[in-house]
């Protein structure tokens, strides 16, 4: 078989010809390249040599197309205008001083909006912009510029990916809530607990939680639950009982005195959160530059 590159005209060709079959006009054609007639005529004729046969009939104030050339603009415009609009796509996410970052809410909340704070600080001309959903998946981060997803590392769409943080969870509450010692999980079972709804929350919880220290728990019928994980960190910083906290939403919680862990026991899974994007096409200056200065800040802490 040919090379694809023997089997089509000279490229260029296809541009001039394009710009005549759009205005039926090699002048109207020639103004739009910033060409001559003749230089447009030159072009054409290359284009019908190839083909072996002609694309245009010439008349003497229009040319009007052939069959052929029918034939070739129906196919011919589409192309072009394809490859204009993937050329313009990628000079703009190059030239883009702004990104868009895709994650759930709670990462958005504790553990994204800090370091993109930080970030900015150092980088005020680049606009990132936070899409916040519990509904993550793998095309929504593989369509955005970046994605901060949860999982063991394998993907069914081909990202790229850098770990970030571990997933290891403890019993959290108010820094100014007065409980006595806890030595054991089961002591967790006296206190108030705070749910998510199980309908809502996609990951870890209580039951899971105890069942890794051999404990059988079931959320009670008239346990206090939320849909949103920062409604239960609020109520949990109120003092209103105890939930689960993740290591990576509670460093500056704790350093601010909002939260403290409820015993020294924790469960981590073995997954994590990784930052991913889509392996298929190029990040755009900013959004390499926000990669590479959120990959050095997570490693520094």
């Known amino acids: ?15 001039f010809f394009e710009a005549a079959a759009r205005f039926g006009s090699f002048t109207k054609a020639a103004d739009e390249l910033c060409v ?33 050339g029918q034939e070739l603009y129906t196919d011919v415009k589409v192309l072009l205008y394809e490859l204009a609009e993937t050329n313009n796509r990628i000079r703009s996410r ?11 809410v709670a990462v958005a909340n504790y553990w ?29 981060c593989r369509k955005s510029d970046l994605g ?33 010692p806890l030595n054991s999980p089961e002591e967790l079972l006296q206190l108030r607990i705070i749910h998510l709804d199980p309908l809502k929350w996609r ?22 639950i939320f849909n949103q994980l920062p409604l239960a960190i609020k109520a949990t910083v109120q003092g209103m009982g105890v939930t689960l906290g993740w290591e990576f939403m509670l460093s500056e919680m704790m350093e601010n005195q909002f939260v403290r862990t409820a ?12 930052l991913v994007y889509s392996a298929n096409k190029p990040l755009s ?16 802490a």
């Open 112 to 140: 994204l909006f800090p370091r993109i704070a930080r970030f900015n600080t150092e980088h005020p001309d680049v606009n990132i912009n936070i899409y916040a959903t519990d509904e993550i998946n793998e095309e929504l």
């Open 203 to 224: 990951w870890l919880n209580w039951s899971d939680w105890f069942s890794t220290f051999g404990i059988n728990y079931q959320m009670p019928s008239n346990a206090l």
């Open 263 to 274: 015993g020294d026991f924790f469960v981590e899974t073995g997954k994590a959160d990784y």
């Open 148 to 180: 901060i997803l949860y999982g063991n590392n394998e993907w069914q769409h081909p990202l790229t990916s850098h770990y970030l943080y571990r997933e290891r969870i403890y019993p959290i509450c108010s820094a100014d809530l007065q409980l006595p």
């Open 1 to 15: 078989m040919k090379p694809l590159f023997k089997q089509l005209p000279p490229l260029q060709t296809l541009t």
């Open 94 to 104: 190059i030239s883009s001083k702004s990104l868009t970052i895709v994650s759930t």
């Open 36 to 68: 001559t007639q003749s230089a447009v005529s030159k072009q054409l004729k290359i284009l019908e040599d190839h083909l072996g046969t002609e694309v245009f009939h010439r008349e003497h104030r229009q040319v009007m197309l052939t069959p052929a």
């Open 285 to 300: 200056a900013s959004a390499s530059l926000f990669r590479d200065w959120l990959l050095n800040d997570t490693v520094g």
